[in-house]
């Protein structure tokens, strides 16, 4: 059974920092890119970044508001993608989702989604 | 403002059709693919069409997806309540090179 799960999500201050992470089992995870999207309080989807299979080289990218702050990483011999967030201000309050685009090939299609992990930006 | 722009609301009877806009651009809906997602309040979405048109396996032939130059559509026949939700469309951005989504659209099964 395919399953992600975030974890990791917490308060912090702004200009803060916090490392999510994304846990991936029942299927090879090596072949897949892993998406975040996240989702403010009432508000719509919002794509964050992804990082690309081995395949595709891990290559990353990111929605322009995030670039420079965010880094999205993967460890392959612990299955787990990870969002690192800095610099974090009040606009990034939402809860994140971790998503998978299963084979990585084409344009990306989210076939399964972690539960979320929720980040509170607050002083 | 959303990249790709999709109505706020939409609202059909039971046993009706309804159908959610997705409008963008070349860069994204004009060259790419587009998915659909159901989101119930409190979940993940859940992934209801790819490639414009290609339901996962378990998804119902009640939902459909099209794509015609710079916009998608999603079509639901059969309305159940069980439908109310939000709708969201995403595809690939070329000149952003990121992906988008949609504003959302709320179903509203009267």
């Known amino acids: 059974e395919v399953q992600l799960v975030e974890s990791g999500g917490g308060l912090v201050q702004p200009g803060g920092s916090l490392k999510l992470s994304c846990a991936a089992s029942g299927f090879i995870f090596s072949d897949s890119a892993i998406h975040w999207v996240r989702q403010a309080s009432g508000k719509g989807l919002e794509w964050v970044g992804r990082?690309?299979?081995?395949?595709?080289?891990?290559?990353?990218e990111y929605v322009a508001s995030v670039e420079g702050r965010f880094t999205i990483s993967r460890d392959e011999s612990k299955n787990t993608a990870y969002l690192q967030l800095n610099s974090l201000r009040t606009e990034d309050t939402a809860v994140y989702f971790c998503?998978?685009?299963?084979?990585?090939?084409?344009?990306?299609?989210?076939?399964?989604w972690g539960q979320g992990t929720l980040v509170t930006v607050s002083s | 403002q959303s990249v790709l722009t999709q109505p706020p609301s939409v609202s059909a009877a039971p046993g009706q059709k309804v159908t959610i806009s997705c409008s963008g651009s070349s860069s994204n809906i004009g060259n790419h693919y587009v998915s659909w997602y159901q989101q119930l309040p409190g979940t993940a979405p859940k992934l209801l069409i790819y490639d414009n048109n290609k339901r996962p396996s378990g998804i119902p032939d009640r939902f459909s997806g099209s794509k015609s130059g710079t916009s998608a559509t999603l079509g639901i026949t059969g309305l159940q309540t069980g439908d109310e939700a939000d709708y969201y469309c995403?595809?690939?951005?070329?000149?952003?090179?990121?992906?988008?989504f949609g504003g959302g659209t709320k179903l509203t099964v009267l």
């Open positions: 990082i690309r299979s081995k395949a595709n080289s891990y290559a990353t």
């Open positions: 995403v595809t690939w951005d070329s000149s952003l090179s990121a992906g988008v």
């Open positions: 998503a998978r685009h299963y084979l990585d090939y084409g344009d990306p299609a989210f076939d399964f």
